[in-house]
């Protein structure tokens, strides 16, 4: 216990004598035989470390290992010559450390290095790396995580460097812009040289960024100063907030994300988005819900299995345009209109082609399922024989070819033989219908589910033949007192109108029962009234109509608090309606009109679930004479033809009319000559209609060239 004693107060006693040694420096190693004591220091950039000898002949060797014979590689050499030590301690030297690290040393006499005297100084610097771990700028934890996880080594470095670091909403605006959760947005295949790009070498304040300077980047292209209104910018985006020091740079925040040039674009989405050229392509693909398709990131998680990478070819503005006067129609009808789909899935392939991918005679499956041919020659790149204009505007998820034409999609023919009829639908908010919506069915087929995503009107166009059934249901679920639809035949006659219902709800009704170019009927439509005073349909429940005891039609309530049916009868017809209940059959209530509005039946009654209507003849003791359509014996050929038409009849024909897809009239003139030339016309489906001295005859043919 006393040797102990003594050798600390020897120890204590030598330190001290020491200090007036070394009374300028930061820190005291003494040097004695096989030790450096304290054999590990930490210090600060900046500060001198003195190594005093009280013992021995020794010297410091910060250059060479002696043991291995290697560089020590410290961020800067140092060495002290050989000294004899003195119990009072001699000074050997002082070293100053500016540059941070780890600097390991040894005594290289003899054998002292492999008897244990070797030592380390760790220069621990205050790096942008930890002002980054900091609160001390605000607003970049995100972006701070960013550079911190990927350019630790870059940003721990002795530097000096200069950071413009984009704060957090200029993150989030890339994020929105890749369409990237901050997870997926840090394993992004170009963050690292994007963030290289916001690290300029060398120490650049505030006060020493001038206008027109370019300061060159670790990324290896330079940043440019420029000065508007006044404010500096680094290429483009204002400076925030500026001089957080480090001990090896500076730290500027700036409002927007950097990137050096050369890296591809963000989406084919926000290509096309961006693009003064392709503002109706851009609307197109919104009205198709495409767009968040177009935004996905497939290659950043296999295992989500997204869609893509894309090829769009892009239709300019003038090339919709083009097509829309082609087909006589304006281009608010083409992009709103119900075959937006198919012109929108034509221009995409499911894979990323680049023009160099391209060959003569290639075969590309387009989103629609149907194929684009591709021609390579002399005069360009083509597809459909349109030819790309601008080629490969690389995105990271597919690239974007830029055409001044439509590939004409394969639509399905709209045209039944009663014609076109439209469905109009209108909101007074102008904002949509939310989230209700109209099932068009025909013949018990759902063809289609109608609704406005935005404004105040959206049409809808389908075939229907002779004697076709149509039935609308409206479901409704909020908002409905502003909304209303129409029905219109193809003479553009209104043939419903939820617009002024009768009853006590202002909200539009489900309609069954409409029938397309029925048989005239002697005694007019009844109309059937169906209620729910909950407001919830008819749950499974229906109406079953039969006709002179046969079975005519069977109507269901699914949604609402009320609907409409319609009838068409003749005179002396007798009608049975039979109620089948689902639950809560006494919310369950419905009244029949005859097409006078005259009430004919009523199963109306509060609290009481309504009871089977039947015997109910209409048209009593009325007689008149029907017409019935005349099944003409008339032909035309060629079909598909390829420009003329020719009618093969002997019945005088007055007029005929041709009708597009769209149940637009595109020609109609009197008849005169047995072939039509019709070469005008576009690839398609047609409705020649024949007006003759015995009625209508309406014939389909196709275009084929």
């Known amino acids: 216990m006393k040797l102990i004693k003594s050798t600390a107060i020897l120890l204590i006693s030598l330190l001290l004598s020491t200090l007036s040694i070394a009374q300028t420096a930061d820190h005291t190693i003494l040097v004695s035989n096989y ?48 000294i ?75 530097g000096p460097l200069t950071l413009f670091i984009p704060n957090g909403s200029a993150v989030s605006e890339v994020q929105d812009l890749l369409n990237l959760n ?25 006060d020493d960024l001038e206008a027109g300077m370019s300061l060159p980047t670790v990324y290896g292209q330079d940043l440019t100063v420029s000065e508007v209104g006044g404010a500096l910018k680094i290429d483009g985006a204002s400076i925030i907030s ?40 851009e609307t ?36 919709f345009e083009a097509y829309s006067q082609g087909l006589g129609i304006t281009t608010a009808e083409v992009i709103a209109g119900q075959f937006v789909d198919e012109i929108v899935k034509t221009h995409i392939i499911g894979n990323k082609n680049d023009s160099s991918d391209f060959f003569n005679g290639q075969i590309l499956q387009n989103y629609l399922g149907d194929y684009n041919q591709m021609t390579v020659n002399t005069n360009g790149i083509f597809v459909e024989n349109i030819a790309l204009q601008t080629i490969d505007i690389q995105a990271y998820n597919g690239v974007v070819h830029v055409i001044d034409e439509i590939i004409t999609p394969n639509l399905p023919p709209i045209i039944g033989t009663c014609g076109t009829w439209t469905l109009v639908l209108q909101n007074s908010g102008n904002n949509g219908w939310g989230a209700n919506f109209i099932e068009v069915e025909v013949n018990g087929e759902i063809i289609s589910k109608e609704t406005i995503e935005s404004g105040n009107t959206k049409t809808f166009q389908f075939g229907v033949d002779f004697d076709s059934e149509v039935n609308l249901l409206y479901l409704g679920l909020s908002g409905a007192s502003s909304q209303s639809y129409e029905l219109y035949d193809n003479n553009n006659e209104l043939i419903y109108s939820s617009i002024g219902i009768s009853g006590t709800s202002t909200v539009p ?35 079953a109509v039969f006709i002179n005891d046969e079975f005519y039609i069977t109507i269901p309530m699914p949604y609402g608090f009320s609907q409409k049916a319609f009838i068409p009868t003749d005179i002396n017809d007798n009608l049975d309606f039979f109620y089948n209940g689902g639950a809560y059959q006494d919310e369950n209530s419905f009244v029949i009109y005859d097409s006078d509005g005259e009430l004919l039946a009523s ?14 003849i209409v048209c009593e003791n009325v007689t008149s004479i ?28 007055l007029r005929i009319g041709i009708f597009n897809i769209y149940g637009q009239k595109v020609f109609d003139a009197t008849y005169d000559d047995n072939t039509i030339d019709i070469s005008f016309l576009r690839n398609n489906t047609y409705l020649l209609e024949i007006e003759t001295t015995k009625g209508l005859e309406f014939h389909k043919f196709s275009i084929i060239r």
């Not at 299995?305 to 300019?316: C, D, I, Q, R």
């Open 182 to 206: 901050q997870f997926d947005l840090l394993g992004f295949v170009d963050l690292p040289s994007a963030l290289e790009y916001h690290v300029a070498t060398g120490l650049w304040l505030a």
């Open 603 to 616: 199963e109306a009654n509060i609290n009481q679930a309504p009871e089977d209507v039947t015997d109910l």
């Open 509 to 543: 009704q489900s309609v069954y029962g409409l029938k397309a170019c029925p048989k005239p009927k002697s005694c007019g439509v009844i109309e059937i009234n169906m209620f729910d005073s909950y407001g919830d349909g008819w749950d499974f429940g229906n109406l």
């Open 84 to 158: 004899e030590g003195v119990a009072s301690g001699i000074l050997m030297g002082e070293i100053t450390f500016d540059q941070p690290g780890t600097y390991q040393y040894d005594c290289s006499i003899g054998f002292h290095a492999q008897l244990g005297m070797v030592g380390t100084i760790e220069v621990d610097a205050f790096t942008i790396t930890d002002l980054l771990l900091t609160d001390t700028i605000p607003e970049t934890n995100l972006p701070g995580l960013a550079f911190r996880l990927l350019l630790d080594s870059l940003l721990d470095s002795n």
């Open 626 to 653: 029907t017409e019935q359509f005349t099944n003409l014996n008339t032909s035309i050929f060629p079909n598909p033809t390829s420009g003329e038409l020719n009618i093969n009849t002997d019945i005088e024909i």
């Open 242 to 281: 500026t001089n957080y020091l480090a001990d090896n740079g500076v730290v500027h925040v700036i409002d927007k994300c950097l990137a050096p040039s050369g890296l591809p674009q963000a989406t084919v989405w926000d290509i096309i988005k961006n693009s003064d050229d392709h503002q109706l392509l």
């Open 35 to 82: 030790s450096f004591t304290p054999a590990e220091l930490t210090i600060v950039p900046g500060e001198t470390v003195a190594f005093v000898n009280v013992e021995g002949l020794h010297n410091v060797n910060g250059i060479t290992n002696t043991l291995s014979g290697d560089s020590f590689n410290n961020p800067e050499d140092f060495f002290i010559p050989e």
């Open 284 to 319: 197109a693909i919104l009205n198709a819900y495409l767009d968040e398709e177009l935004r996905a990131q497939n290659d950043l998680d296999p295992s989500l299995e997204l869609p893509g990478p894309f090829t769009v070819f892009a239709p300019t503005d003038a090339a």
